[in-house]
């Protein structure tokens, strides 16, 4: 599953390596960094009407890869590093979806910034120092904000056509299963 997986559970117990957390905080940084890209073609195809909630959510993402950069200071983590297979994957998933309609990328956003609401808020509170990390994606504001993503790919997709209704239905399980792999990566790759 995307939302539950044993890096959320070991954060929320306190029992995650440094080492574990540190691999996927600086992934995480280097997704968001495509993300944003994803997040700008978003609001270029866009319909007018959808402008507001995707420009609120660009204005949160300069403010997330600033704190991205201070987490990374504190810990003393170099961020210019490679992207492991999973998250560049995820990346590529992510640059792939810039053909398609914007119904399918609509709900490509949606199910992603999905999966962090639900798996971290799932996971809900964590001790320090991953409580920042947990009220991040968990609260109740951002819990919001996805509940507008998706009633904008819902209305963006009962406009499509059946064919890219079934492309958004196989992104949005490609999505499920990039975000299961990615929290995986910390155990594969800090080692
Ligand atoms: C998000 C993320 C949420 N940071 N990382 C992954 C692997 N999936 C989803 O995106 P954002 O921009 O941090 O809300």
Redesign the pocket.
């Known amino acids: 599953m995307a939302t539950v997986h044993p890096f959320l559970q070991q954060c929320q117990q306190g029992t995650i390596s440094a080492e574990q957390f540190n691999t996927w905080l600086v992934?995480?940084y280097l997704?968001?960094n495509e993300?944003?890209r994803l997040?700008a073609r978003l609001i270029a195809a866009a319909p007018t009407e959808h402008l507001d909630t995707l420009l609120g959510?660009m204005v949160?993402?300069k403010d997330?890869l600033q704190w991205f950069q201070r987490k990374a200071a504190e810990r003393s983590l170099k961020l210019d590093t490679e992207p492991q297979p999973t998250?560049r994957a995820?990346c590529q998933l992510m640059r792939s979806l810039s053909t398609t309609p914007y119904a399918v990328q609509a709900t490509a956003f949606w199910a992603?910034?999905l999966?962090?609401?639900q798996?971290w808020q799932n996971h809900s509170p964590m001790p320090a120092p991953y409580t920042e990390f947990a009220d991040?994606?968990g609260n109740p504001g951002?819990t919001d904000y996805v509940k507008m993503l998706e009633q904008q790919a819902d209305s963006a997709l009962t406009q499509a056509t059946a064919t890219e209704q079934r492309e958004a239905q196989n992104i949005f399980l490609d999505?499920a299963k990039?975000?299961k792999d990615?929290?995986q990566m910390a155990f594969t790759a800090a080692s």
């Open positions: 992934q995480d997704f968001v993300f944003t997040a959510g949160a993402l997330e998250c995820y992603i910034e999966a962090y609401n798996g991040r994606w951002f999505v990039l975000e990615f929290w």
